[in-house]
């Protein structure tokens, strides 16, 4: 029997109209656009009105997939939601409320909780499922209202954080493929990034965030690329979750990668944590930059801590 190829096949995405530029910020907290772009390349962020809930993002980026692509909505039969901001604190799943909300029935749907990485981990899992036979056509989401979750006195966190949803059909496919994914945790390090209970705010250690992140970015990468007897030169993107450029830069650096294979959005919509990588993604894939047969990383590292990559031949 000849493996099955799983890819994705489709995409959408949704920001906020509302943005919330530097300057602007800089009258809430004293900050100011030059410090905010020179330590991340940040200019501005997406923030959801005070009604619009995190499955409401996720529809809306789901609308604009079916919107995009025509595929028939009643065939999906599997929905896997990461997110760090569900509409409720434990349950129900945001994923069951977005199941309803798009009119689909008795399917699977439920979320999945690993901090920036959640996409990376929603979409291993999906996978997986679909591998083992129990879902064939899966909606992964990432979708985040982190402005839910900032606290808008801290400078040090509320300038990194925006809201937004990206979302992908992952399917059986004949050519374009998930080649191999890589998934780590270092609970040791839970504390420095944390959404705390009693304030329902982010506190962050931002330096060991830094150095943690510029190392699980490479490692993944280079993990990668060994496990598949493939050279940096194979790859023609990189798509990172979009925390910081400056964690990018210091990467690149390290590990003697070329910068310009990161694909990078940050600019434009701050850190939106599990949403970042479908909303670059869906980005690509409209400006036309994501072409057959090419090799695509996606990298994650966030909350937990956790990290990890899938590799993908588009
Ligand atoms: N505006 C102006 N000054 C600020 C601001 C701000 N928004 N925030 C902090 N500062 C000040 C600090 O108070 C400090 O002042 P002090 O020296 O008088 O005490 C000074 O700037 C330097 O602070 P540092 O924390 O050392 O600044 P650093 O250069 O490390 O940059 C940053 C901070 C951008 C948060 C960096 O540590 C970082 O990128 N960390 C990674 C964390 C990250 O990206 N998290 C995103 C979420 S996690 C994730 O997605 C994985």
């Keep these: 029997m000849s493996p099955k190829y799983i890819g994705i096949t489709a995409l959408g995405s949704y920001v906020p109209k509302k943005t919330l530029t530097n300057n602007e910020l800089s009258h809430l907290v004293d900050t100011s ?27 809306e980026a789901a609308n604009n997939l079916f919107s995009n692509h025509a595929r028939n909505k009643a065939e999906i039969d599997g929905i896997v939601v990461s997110t760090a901001t569900p509409d409720y604190v434990g349950f129900p799943s945001t994923a069951c409320i977005i199941q309803d909300k798009l009119g689909l029935t008795d399917i699977p749907a439920f979320d999945i909780s690993a901090g920036c990485t959640g996409f990376i981990y929603a979409l291993e899992a999906a996978r997986g499922m679909i591998l083992s036979g129990t879902m064939h056509k899966v909606l992964v989401f990432g979708s985040e209202k982190l402005s839910q979750v900032v606290n808008w006195e801290d400078r040090n966190t509320c300038v ?36 705390q209970n009693d304030s329902h705010t982010i506190t962050m250690e931002g330096r060991s965030v830094y150095a943690f992140a510029v190392r699980a970015i490479g490692d993944t990468i280079v993990d990668l690329l060994k496990r598949n007897n493939l050279s940096l030169e194979d790859i023609d993107w990189i798509v990172p979750h979009q925390a910081n450029e400056r964690i ?15 694909y990078m959005n940050i600019e434009r919509y701050a850190n939106t944590s599990a949403a970042s990588i479908p909303i670059a993604l869906k980005e690509m894939d409209e400006a036309n930059l994501l072409k057959k047969g090419q090799k695509i990383i996606l990298v994650g590292f966030g909350a937990g801590l956790t990290y990890g990559g899938t590799l993908i031949q588009w």
């Design 160 to 195: 990194l954080f925006g809201d937004g949803a990206g979302c992908v059909l992952l399917e059986e496919t004949n050519d374009n493929r998930i080649i191999d994914c890589t998934l780590h945790s270092e609970g040791n390090g839970a504390q420095a990034l944390v959404i």
């Design 33 to 59: 656009d030059e410090w905010i772009h020179s330590h991340t390349g940040i200019k501005e962020r997406h923030l959801a009105s005070e009604n619009e809930r995190c499955s409401d993002l996720a529809v």
């Design 248 to 262: 990018i830069a210091a990467c690149a650096k390290r590990y003697g990668f070329n910068q310009n294979t990161f």
